[in-house]
């Protein structure tokens, strides 16, 4: 599976910015699709996931202010990020997670959010 995120910028703190992940294969035979971000010196960390029956779990950080979906026909995931503070600020990986335990990662996307 290849992803291809997009969508990454420069925007102010209270903006918003939709990410966008193309995947490479029918999202419907992947078990599980989300976003991780990794800023400056910290750990990847999950932000996002959407299971392919439509469970759907948030970092407790972004809840309320990000929503992830996606577009069957499109093969594409999406991640709407709003009211965005500085600390959102990172590389932002869309990945695909199949069972038992392989998981596919894009290239990422820088998000920079200023003060």
């Known amino acids: 599976v290849q992803l291809q995120a997009s969508g990454g910028g420069l925007v102010q703190a209270g903006g918003s910015l939709r990410l966008s992940c193309a995947v490479s294969?029918?999202?419907?035979?992947?078990?599980?699709l989300g976003w991780h971000r990794q800023a400056p010196g910290k750990q990847r960390e999950l932000v996002a996931a959407?299971?392919?029956?439509?469970?759907?779990n948030f970092a407790d950080s972004v809840k309320g202010r990000f929503t992830i979906s996606r577009d069957n026909a499109k093969n594409t995931v999406y991640l709407q990020m709003n009211s965005l503070k500085p600390e959102d600020t990172g590389v932002y990986y869309c990945?695909?997670?199949?069972?038992?335990?392989?998981?596919?990662w894009g290239q990422g996307t820088q998000v920079t959010v200023s003060s």
């Open positions: 294969r029918n999202i419907l035979s992947i078990d599980a």
């Open positions: 959407l299971a392919r029956a439509g469970s759907i």
């Open positions: 990945n695909a997670y199949e069972l038992p335990n392989r998981t596919y």
